[in-house]
């Protein structure tokens, strides 16, 4: 059987490369809206509900506009804004977070696809609140560079037309009102609300994202081989898992940590390093904002849809 996909914002950054990753399929037939009635609300509802599945790759408004457009009970969605990421009644797209996700996912009619910088995070914090390493309440500060695709065209535009001129580093996010935070907290299992400062890079795509720990605020401090072992049984033997966790190492640097290492696949890495003297750790995850961070991550949920291989047409 066929299944029909309409990719609702299929000019911009991530509906481009989901675009790409399904090409060639034989079992997806993409359908597409002509360029000069992508804003004809018609001709919109028409394909999305035509559609077996639909990815919306769309502001936050345009979004929920679109998901009340579908007016049949059989047009699945994958929503990769943030209008839906914490709502009532919508799967998580972050298939390795639980043992049981992968599956929640392929049952589910609506999924939200995670956003690119919390997905890191979720990886490395919740595994540790889980086996009780961590205290749901521990202040938690998120660091990380991403490259500037993250910032769709605009950003894009910016940084090409700037060329040499354009800033090596760039934080951003200093109102302290990210919009990913919301899920971040919910899915790493935290009770308050994480300190996050993201930056762009001088780099296409990519991201590392960096968690440090002061673990002697707490009255049991983990070891080390805590924390990493608590972060690889958690992904061990994890079906269809593109998550990978680093042997524990004391090193003063790698050339692992280089936000560019999993360009164009579907992988992600995990580190710890820790001093357990100094009772500190730093967590860091490595992936491509625009493959697990983004298309890669809705076309691994598109695959768990439709009940094929999870890795169909993704690089890992």
């Not at 029909?4 to 299929?10: A, N, P, R, S």
Request: hydrophobic share 45%; glycine share 10%; aromatic share 6%.
């Amino acid at each position: 059987m066929v299944a029909k996909v309409f990719i609702d914002g299929e000019a911009g950054t991530t509906g481009l490369q989901i675009r790409e990753r399904l090409a060639g399929r034989r079992d997806i037939e993409l359908l597409s809206i002509p360029t000069e009635r992508r804003k004809d609300i018609a001709a919109r509802a028409e394909l999305l509900n035509a559609a077996d599945v639909a990815i919306l790759c769309l502001p936050d408004d345009a979004a929920k506009e679109s998901v009340s457009l579908i007016t049949n009970n059989t047009t699945k969605v994958i929503d990769a804004s943030t209008a839906h990421r914490v709502a009532e009644g919508w799967a998580y797209g972050f298939a390795e977070m639980t043992r049981d996700q992968a599956g929640i996912i392929a049952d589910a009619k609506r999924v939200c696809n995670p956003g690119c910088w919390p997905q890191g995070p979720i990886a490395m914090l919740r595994p540790l609140v889980e086996a009780g390493l961590l205290p749901a309440d521990f202040p938690i500060t998120v660091n990380g560079v991403t490259g500037y695709s993250g910032g769709g065209r605009a950003m894009i535009e910016d940084y090409v037309g700037k060329g040499e001129d354009a800033p090596e580093f760039m934080p951003y996010g200093l109102t302290l009102k990210h919009k990913h935070l919301p899920e971040m907290q919910k899915y790493a299992e935290l009770s308050r609300v994480p300190l996050f400062m993201p930056a762009v890079g001088n780099f296409s795509q990519g991201m590392l994202v960096a968690v440090p720990l002061q673990l002697g605020i707490l009255g049991s401090v983990p070891k080390a081989t805590q924390l990493h072992a608590a972060i690889a049984d958690y992904y061990a033997g994890l079906e269809g898992s593109f998550v990978e966790v680093a042997p524990l190492a004391d090193l003063e640097r790698t050339g692992e940590l280089d936000p560019e290492s999993y360009n164009n696949t579907n992988r992600m890495r995990l580190h710890v390093f820790a001093n357990d003297d100094k009772a500190q750790a730093i967590l860091v995850a490595v992936y491509d904002n625009l493959g697990k961070g983004a298309s890669g991550a809705a076309v691994q949920n598109l695959n768990l849809m439709l009940g094929v291989d999870a890795a169909t047409s993704l690089a890992a």
